[in-house]
Protein backbone atom coordinates (compact mmCIF):
# COMPACT_ATOMS: atom_id res chain seq x y z
CA UNK A 1 0.00 0.00 0.00
CA UNK A 2 1.08 3.61 -0.55
CA UNK A 3 -0.78 6.54 0.74
CA UNK A 4 -0.57 9.58 -1.30
CA UNK A 5 -1.46 13.51 0.20
CA UNK A 6 -1.42 16.59 -1.62
CA UNK A 7 -1.42 19.94 -0.92
CA UNK A 8 -0.49 23.40 -2.31
CA UNK A 9 -3.31 23.72 -4.30
CA UNK A 10 -5.32 27.43 -3.69
CA UNK A 11 -6.54 30.15 -5.91
CA UNK A 12 -4.44 32.11 -8.16
CA UNK A 13 -4.86 34.68 -10.33
CA UNK A 14 -4.40 33.89 -14.49
CA UNK A 15 -0.53 34.20 -15.65
CA UNK A 16 0.55 33.23 -12.24
CA UNK A 17 2.52 30.37 -10.71
CA UNK A 18 1.48 27.42 -8.00
CA UNK A 19 3.38 24.45 -7.05
CA UNK A 20 1.86 21.52 -5.85
CA UNK A 21 3.50 18.70 -3.38
CA UNK A 22 2.46 14.99 -2.97
CA UNK A 23 4.02 13.15 0.09
CA UNK A 24 4.19 9.33 -0.10
CA UNK A 25 3.99 6.93 2.54
CA UNK A 26 4.19 3.03 2.85
CA UNK A 27 5.80 0.96 0.38
CA UNK A 28 9.90 2.18 -1.46
CA UNK A 29 8.35 5.41 -3.35
CA UNK A 30 11.33 5.17 -5.66
CA UNK A 31 9.97 1.94 -6.54
CA UNK A 32 6.70 4.21 -8.10
CA UNK A 33 6.73 6.09 -11.33
CA UNK A 34 4.35 8.76 -10.20
CA UNK A 35 1.67 10.73 -11.91
CA UNK A 36 -0.66 13.63 -12.07
CA UNK A 37 -3.95 14.29 -13.66
CA UNK A 38 -6.37 16.81 -12.84
CA UNK A 39 -10.64 16.60 -12.96
CA UNK A 40 -12.57 19.72 -13.86
CA UNK A 41 -16.54 19.36 -12.80
CA UNK A 42 -18.44 17.08 -15.69
CA UNK A 43 -15.16 16.34 -16.90
CA UNK A 44 -13.00 12.84 -17.39
CA UNK A 45 -9.91 12.94 -15.38
CA UNK A 46 -7.34 13.25 -17.72
CA UNK A 47 -3.22 12.96 -17.61
CA UNK A 48 -1.24 16.01 -16.80
CA UNK A 49 2.05 14.67 -16.15
CA UNK A 50 4.34 11.80 -15.12
CA UNK A 51 7.72 11.02 -14.03
CA UNK A 52 9.75 8.01 -14.11
CA UNK A 53 11.37 6.28 -10.59
CA UNK A 54 14.22 7.59 -10.88
CA UNK A 55 13.06 11.17 -12.37
CA UNK A 56 14.97 10.54 -15.63
CA UNK A 57 12.10 10.43 -17.77
CA UNK A 58 9.24 12.86 -17.92
CA UNK A 59 6.00 13.14 -19.72
CA UNK A 60 3.48 15.78 -20.07
CA UNK A 61 0.13 16.64 -21.83
CA UNK A 62 0.08 18.73 -24.85
CA UNK A 63 -1.81 21.41 -22.78
CA UNK A 64 0.37 21.88 -20.17
CA UNK A 65 4.08 20.86 -21.96
CA UNK A 66 6.04 24.10 -21.53
CA UNK A 67 4.56 25.21 -19.00
CA UNK A 68 4.46 22.78 -16.02
CA UNK A 69 7.28 20.78 -14.60
CA UNK A 70 7.31 17.64 -12.50
CA UNK A 71 9.84 16.78 -10.49
CA UNK A 72 10.28 14.72 -7.37
CA UNK A 73 12.96 14.12 -4.62
CA UNK A 74 13.18 10.34 -3.65
CA UNK A 75 14.61 11.06 -0.39
CA UNK A 76 12.15 13.18 0.83
CA UNK A 77 9.37 10.93 -1.08
CA UNK A 78 7.65 13.31 -2.48
CA UNK A 79 6.75 14.23 -6.37
CA UNK A 80 5.99 18.18 -7.44
CA UNK A 81 4.02 19.87 -10.04
CA UNK A 82 5.23 23.26 -10.66
CA UNK A 83 2.40 25.43 -12.70
CA UNK A 84 3.47 28.47 -14.16
CA UNK A 85 1.63 30.69 -16.95
CA UNK A 86 -1.71 28.97 -14.95
CA UNK A 87 -4.99 29.58 -17.14
CA UNK A 88 -8.73 29.33 -15.72
CA UNK A 89 -8.97 26.25 -17.81
CA UNK A 90 -6.13 24.85 -15.86
CA UNK A 91 -8.95 24.91 -12.95
CA UNK A 92 -9.48 21.35 -11.68
CA UNK A 93 -8.85 19.67 -8.38
CA UNK A 94 -5.51 17.79 -9.03
CA UNK A 95 -4.58 13.79 -7.90
CA UNK A 96 -0.77 12.35 -7.72
CA UNK A 97 -0.77 9.11 -8.34
CA UNK A 98 1.80 6.17 -8.20
CA UNK A 99 2.01 3.40 -11.03
CA UNK A 100 4.43 0.78 -11.72
CA UNK A 101 5.85 1.89 -14.59
CA UNK A 102 5.56 5.15 -15.97
CA UNK A 103 1.75 5.60 -17.83
CA UNK A 104 -0.55 8.39 -19.49
CA UNK A 105 -3.59 6.29 -18.66
CA UNK A 106 -6.01 6.38 -15.66
CA UNK A 107 -6.20 2.59 -15.36
CA UNK A 108 -2.02 2.78 -15.61
CA UNK A 109 -2.24 3.56 -11.29
CA UNK A 110 -2.57 1.62 -8.51
CA UNK A 111 -2.61 4.20 -5.89
CA UNK A 112 -4.30 7.66 -5.51
CA UNK A 113 -4.52 10.60 -3.18
CA UNK A 114 -7.54 12.49 -2.05
CA UNK A 115 -6.86 15.91 -4.66
CA UNK A 116 -6.07 19.11 -4.49
CA UNK A 117 -8.47 22.37 -5.79
CA UNK A 118 -6.35 24.67 -8.33
CA UNK A 119 -8.36 27.54 -9.07
CA UNK A 120 -7.36 29.87 -11.81
CA UNK A 121 -9.19 33.54 -11.72
CA UNK A 122 -9.46 35.34 -14.91
Known amino acids: QVQLIESGGGLVQAGGPLRLSCAAS????????MGWFRQAPGKEREFVAA????????NYADSVKGRFTISRDNAKNTVYLQMNSLKPEDTATYYC???????????????WGQGTQVTVSS
Open 51 to 58: ISRGGRET
Open 97 to 111: AAAQYLSRIVDGYDY
Open 26 to 33: GRTFSAYA
